[in-house]
Every structure is written in C-alpha cells, then in structure tokens.
C-alpha cells in the first residue's frame, strides 16, 4: 500500500511517544484536600473513602510531612468543628478550626500553599451553606459571613481562599472585604461552575456537612446546563476571580473545556470524593488496576484544559509523575 500518512509513525517506541505528547502534567498543578477535626489524637479513616483521614491539630503535621515530601505543594483545608449553630459562627472565629491549621501550617511547612474552603455547611447546625430563612438558604445576609470567613482564613495566614458556597455575588463580597483590609494581593479562586451532584456523597460523610433537610438545587448547578456555567463563569471573574473552577471532574470534561478555552485566568478542577471513592472501590475488588486508572482520569483533566487539579490522589499522582508514568 502507498501509504504516505502513517500516524503509527510516532509511536513506536516509549522514548518517541514521551517526546510528542500533547499534555503536559506537572507536580505544580496538584492540589491535595486535607480534613482538619477538632479534638486531639485523631487520625480517623473516612469510611466512604479508604485511605483518607480526619486529623486534629497533633497530628496534622505528620500528614503535611507527607504532602510535602510526595512534591505536591498546594493543600486544600476543610473545618469540623467540634459544635455548630443555625449561622455556623465556628466558621469565622479566630480560634476556629481552620484557622488553627493554618497558622500551624505556616509556621511549621513555609513552603506550603494554604488554600481554604470557604463555605458554612460545616459549621452550621442545619447543613446548609447559609442562613436560613424560614427553609431557604438567604442569599444576600450570607455574603457578610461568607466575607467575615474569608478575612478571618487570610488573617490566620491563608495564601488563597476558596469559596465553594454558590451564593450569588460572594465574590464581589469577599474581594471587597479582602482589598478593605488590605489583601488586595490574596487569591480568590472560585468553585465558579459547581453541579449538584451524587458524585459529593462521601464528602458529606468526611466533612460532616450533609443538610438536615431538603438538598442544595437551589444555590448548586442543575447538571443539565452548559450556558449557565459560562454565565456563573462569567460573573465570578467580572467580581474578582483569580482561578475558576469546575466541580466535579469526570463527568464534565465538556465544561472543564469551554471554560478553559474562553476565560483568560487558569482553570481548575476538582476531581471530588465520589470519583475517588469509586476508583478506590473498583480498585480494592479487583476489577481494575487502581494505578492505570488515576493515571489515565488525572489526564483526562488536564488534556480538557485544566491548569490545576484537587484531587485526593495528589500525592500518589504526583508520585506516578515522579516515575515517568504520566508527565
């Protein structure tokens, strides 16, 4: 046959293939979720999520030590406090579960990135991620709180905060709070596009933070719309976004890519507890090589157009990028 194209050409041997690869994958855009409890001497196992923990104060270090030792240098904090109320006050006190980490974090790993959550389902009695008005969650009394939060996380020390609540306008509120007490420089980096989701199960497990009634449809995405998280994008940037995000990863690969190729700041991604947990699963069963699989969803991330990935395979990703397997 005369054949002239033969695109077989470039994969004929590991040292060619690694050479023409399109995506590129780097140990800087990993982003690893840690959850912080109060109390002492806690390393609890999640239990929807084998091989992920909950640690107190005196033994988060020794997590930290690993984080920085596997190469990923950014952390994502997630707060249980020890009690909540109906406006989820633990979320901004100085002495607050967040914050502790933090300062801990700071002072004892400098060349860490401390990211924070910034969202009040955690803290507040009911599971929602704001103050309730009869049985709807009230958008505009929660941006002062979700600002409040925000202020408390970057005077603690927090390098970026992340807000993850879907209140409209909470941006232009944070950014606001953040450049009136002088943090103009700190990073806002928002859950812009996040679904209502089956795939945030055994987050709500770890984190605490299921809602005692009803579900979140009213402030999180309908997974059906595409043209509205090109609006939610939009907006969130207009009010002072530094990163957008997409939340979940797999099942929005679509979205991950939109967003990247019309929004000139970098695009994240969480690949979140569900996606993990199912891996994980498979993994323990033995119906898949557990390996391959986070190797191959990881890229499929970053091949959509994602510059950072969250996810709770960071260290062991990084770890594959560090054998040559992905990279």
Same mark, same amino acid.
């Given at each position: 046959m005369e054949?002239l194209?033969r695109?077989?050409r470039l994969r004929?041997?590991q040292?060619l293939?690694?050479?023409v690869?399109?995506?590129?994958?780097?140990?800087?855009?990993l982003?690893?979720p840690?959850?912080v409890?109060e109390?002492q001497?806690?390393?609890?196992?999640i239990s929807?999520?084998p091989?992920?923990y909950?640690?107190?104060?005196d033994?988060l270090?020794?997590?930290?030590?690993r984080i920085q030792k596997?190469?990923?240098r950014?952390?994502l904090?997630?707060?249980?406090?020890?009690h909540?109320?109906?406006?989820?006050?633990?979320a901004?006190a100085?002495?607050?579960?967040?914050?502790?980490?933090?300062e801990?974090a700071?002072?004892?790993f400098p060349?860490?990135?401390?990211?924070t959550?910034v969202?009040l389902c955690?803290y507040?009695?009911?599971?929602?991620c704001g103050?309730?008005?009869d049985?709807?969650v009230d958008?505009? =009394?929660t941006?002062?709180?979700? +600002?409040?939060?925000?202020?408390s996380?970057?005077? &603690?020390?927090a390098?970026?905060? /992340?807000?993850s609540?879907m209140?409209?306008?909470?941006?232009l509120?944070i950014?606001n709070?953040?450049?009136?007490?002088g943090?103009?420089?700190?990073p806002i980096?928002?859950?812009?596009v996040?679904?209502s989701s089956?795939?945030?199960?055994?987050f709500?497990?770890?984190?605490g933070?299921?809602?005692?009634?009803?579900?979140?449809k009213?402030?999180q995405?309908d997974?059906?719309?595409?043209?509205?998280?090109i609006?939610?994008a939009?907006?969130?940037?207009a009010?002072?976004?530094d990163i957008?995000m997409?939340k979940p990863?797999?099942?929005?690969?679509d979205?991950?890519?939109?967003i990247s190729?019309?929004?000139?700041?970098?695009?994240?991604v969480?690949?979140?507890s569900g996606?993990? =947990?199912m891996?994980?699963?498979? +993994?323990?069963?033995g119906?898949i090589d557990e390996? &391959?699989?986070?190797?191959?969803? /990881?890229v499929?991330?970053?091949?959509?157009?994602?510059?950072?990935?969250?996810?709770?395979?960071?260290?062991e990703?990084?770890?594959y990028?560090?054998?040559?397997?992905?990279?």
């Amino acid at each position: 046959m005369e054949l002239l194209n033969r695109p077989r050409r470039l994969r004929g041997s590991q040292i060619l293939r690694d050479m023409v690869r399109e995506t590129r994958v780097s140990k800087n855009g990993l982003i690893y979720p840690v959850f912080v409890k109060e109390g002492q001497k806690i390393r609890e196992e999640i239990s929807a999520m084998p091989g992920q923990y909950r640690y107190s104060l005196d033994t988060l270090a020794y997590e930290l030590e690993r984080i920085q030792k596997s190469g990923v240098r950014g952390v994502l904090f997630f707060g249980i406090p020890e009690h909540k109320d109906a406006c989820g006050s633990g979320a901004w006190a100085t002495d607050g579960i967040v914050q502790k980490a933090v300062e801990l974090a700071k002072r004892e790993f400098p060349d860490l990135y401390l990211i924070t959550d910034v969202c009040l389902c955690e803290y507040t009695s009911h599971g929602h991620c704001g103050l309730l008005h009869d049985q709807t969650v009230d958008n505009d =009394s929660t941006l002062e709180l979700l +600002a409040k939060t925000s202020l408390s996380h970057v005077q &603690a020390g927090a390098d970026m905060v /992340a807000p993850s609540d879907m209140m409209d306008g909470r941006i232009l509120a944070i950014r606001n709070t953040l450049d009136g007490a002088g943090y103009v420089n700190t990073p806002i980096m928002s859950y812009a596009v996040k679904y209502s989701s089956s795939f945030y199960g055994p987050f709500r497990d770890a984190a605490g933070s299921a809602p005692a009634f009803g579900d979140r449809k009213t402030y999180q995405m309908d997974y059906h719309n595409k043209r509205e998280a090109i609006k939610e994008a939009e907006l969130d940037l207009a009010e002072g976004a530094d990163i957008l995000m997409v939340k979940p990863g797999l099942a929005y690969l679509d979205i991950v890519k939109e967003i990247s190729e019309r929004f000139p700041v970098p695009c994240a991604v969480y690949s979140v507890s569900g996606e993990y =947990s199912m891996i994980k699963a498979a +993994a323990l069963a033995g119906y898949i090589d557990e390996a &391959a699989v986070v190797c191959e969803s /990881a890229v499929s991330m970053f091949r959509a157009g994602a510059d950072i990935l969250i996810s709770y395979y960071a260290k062991e990703i990084a770890g594959y990028i560090e054998e040559g397997r992905i990279g």
